[in-house]
């Protein structure tokens, strides 16, 4: 494409300037270089371009009808070679991520107060789903990439381990619990519980780790997203099950975290993209960020 490009300024500058010796000074080039350029251009397209003779260079009829089309392509071809670099130096484009809710109000707007700053002429959308509606996402190609956790192999999606996050019992400050650090599962299912929804992460591990341990809870309240999770606990209603990450949600304050054990619940936090799908610069770009930021958690 470059090389075709040089041989189309060539052919403009020619025609502009009527004169090969001040065509070649202009676009830095020797004057047989510049001859030699006119006359590939003329052999691809299969016309003379110009009559050339000692005093005078002028335009043949075919010249003069590919002038216009000529120039158009130029224009053209210059400016999406610019729009393409543009988006290789992070100048343009759209970032568009799915995200589960406790990334959403926890460790997300770090990354983006970050990508922000080193991209601001970058828009992100962001969509806070559960965990299943992030895969369908994903593979719908309706995002760049998810945050979230996959439990079953998927052939049509890649990951990466992001982080691991402990599922952890959150209370209000003044209960009887928030004086201790830890609780079994067991011992925390005899509580009136607030879970989120079972399309959820979270709810998703509780339930298979109590099969396993041949245990079964009946949640006091069941409701879709973590405000109105911490809401209903803040108001005594109830103890939830949240990720760890919780913890740094806004109107949190009167909530104690209580570290639940025998056993651990643990939830692996994956990057996840579509198998054979490359993420843009931009997308690329945000992924570097969530990664540095992950180490520190």
């Known amino acids: 494409m470059i090389g075709e490009m040089r041989h189309l300024r060539a052919f403009l500058t020619v025609a502009r300037v009527n004169n090969f010796t001040r065509a070649a000074n202009e676009l830095n080039v020797s004057q047989s270089a510049l001859t030699v ?9 299969g016309v003379t371009l110009f009559d050339r003779s000692k005093r005078r260079v002028a335009l043949t009829q075919a ?11 130029l224009i053209d071809t210059e400016a999406v070679i610019r729009h393409t670099r543009d988006l290789a130096g992070l100048r343009r484009g759209i970032v568009s991520i799915a995200v589960l809710p406790s990334i959403a109000a926890g460790l997300l707007p770090r990354v983006l107060q ?20 992030v895969i369908d996402a994903v593979k719908r190609e309706e995002v ?52 989120t929804s079972k ?9 298979l780790t109590l099969k396993k341990g041949r245990l079964s809870v009946n949640p006091a309240y069941e409701v879709s997203y973590m405000s109105t999770v911490f809401g209903l606990v803040q108001a ?3 103890i939830a099950i949240l990720p760890a990450v919780a913890e740094r949600m806004e109107g949190s304050t009167d909530i104690v975290r209580v570290e639940i ?15 054979g799908r490359s993420p843009s610069h931009a997308a690329r770009g945000m992924l570097e960020i969530f990664k540095h930021i992950a180490l520190s958690l």
Do not use: C, W
């Open 37 to 45: 350029q006119i006359r590939q251009l003329e052999e691809a397209l």
């Open 63 to 73: 010249g003069r009808e590919m002038l216009a089309p000529l120039e158009r392509i």
């Open 114 to 133: 970050q990508f922000t700053e080193k991209h601001p002429a970058i828009p992100v959308q962001v969509r806070d789903l559960v965990a299943e509606r």
């Open 144 to 195: 760049d990439f998810g945050i979230g956790t996959r439990v079953k192999a998927d052939r049509d999606l890649t990951t990466t381990q992001l982080f691991t996050d402990r599922l952890s019992a959150f209370v209000p400050k003044n209960h009887l619990l928030a004086r201790r650090s830890r609780i079994t599962l067991k011992e925390l299912i005899q509580y009136p519980l607030v879970l």
């Open 199 to 207: 399309d959820s992460s979270v709810r998703e591990i509780l339930e």
């Open 236 to 238: 005594g209603l109830g």
């Open 261 to 275: 054990t025998n056993p651990v619940l643990n939830r692996r936090v994956e990057i996840i993209e579509k198998k």
